[in-house]
């Protein structure tokens, strides 16, 4: 079947460092993408790895394992407002993602 | 410029009546998608278009029929409201699949947010 599994929870106070691991089973895997999303917004693209490795845009990264089906991204000297859910998404082919259920991330003072 | 906009933004209805939203993107892609994001957040893919032809459709009730008139507009039409529609249908749109980016990297409208009374 298909699956993504992703923490639904993670904690951390103000500069720390948070890492959202994600399993995936799918068939037709072209890559895992990132998206953050405020409460009452919209979804917006963090980052995406098509080929094993790491990604770095900025205070956030993102890593993929093609043979482990595992990823993570990564949140570096948290701040306020990040505080956010963030969905790791499979990239399935013609543009079609299938997304986790999202981790809410609560940065605290 | 808004890049991936839809009205309305919030939209309350009786079971059993029919309502329409509407998207329209500024960005120039040629991929437009429907989105619904229950009440726990999960977000589920309904819809696709490709320069106005439908390329996915998830296993969605008949109620539902997308249309495009165009590349830049992506419509969705509820018919009979249950309340089990009651979610926030987002829109977006990515470049075209066959010349885009390896990403498709998907910009998402604000949402509409559904409640079925």
């Known amino acids: 079947g298909q699956s993504l599994e992703q923490p639904s929870e993670v904690t951390a106070v103000e500069g720390a460092i948070v890492q959202i691991n994600c399993t995936y089973q799918t068939s037709g895997f072209y890559g895992l993408s990132w998206y953050q999303q405020h409460d009452g917004g919209a979804p917006t693209f963090l980052s995406y790895n098509g080929l094993d490795g790491l990604e770095e845009t900025g205070r956030f990264s993102s890593f993929l394992s093609r043979s482990d089906s595992y990823g993570y991204l990564l949140l570096q000297e948290l701040q306020m407002k990040d505080s956010a859910s963030y969905f790791c998404?499979?990239?399935?082919?013609?543009?079609?993602?299938?997304f986790g259920a999202g981790t809410q991330v609560v940065v605290t003072p | 410029d808004t890049a991936v906009s839809q009205t309305p933004k919030y939209l309350v209805t009786q079971m059993g009546n029919d309502k329409s939203i509407k998207c329209e993107q500024n960005?120039?892609?040629?991929?437009m998608y429907w989105y619904k994001q229950d009440s726990k957040k999960f977000l589920k893919i309904m819809f696709s278009y490709n320069n106005k032809e439908l390329i996915i459709n998830e296993t969605v009730p008949n109620r539902f029929s997308p249309k495009s008139p165009d590349k830049a507009h992506l419509n969705l039409h509820i018919n009979s409201l249950e309340l089990g529609d009651s979610a926030v249908y987002f829109c977006?749109?990515?470049?075209?699949?066959?010349?885009?980016?390896?990403?498709?990297?998907?910009?998402f409208g604000p949402g509409t947010r559904l409640t079925v009374l």
């Open positions: 998404a499979v990239k399935r082919g013609w543009g079609k993602l299938q």
């Open positions: 977006a749109s990515s470049q075209d699949l066959l010349s885009g980016g390896s990403t498709d990297t998907q910009y």
């Open positions: 960005l120039g892609h040629d991929t």
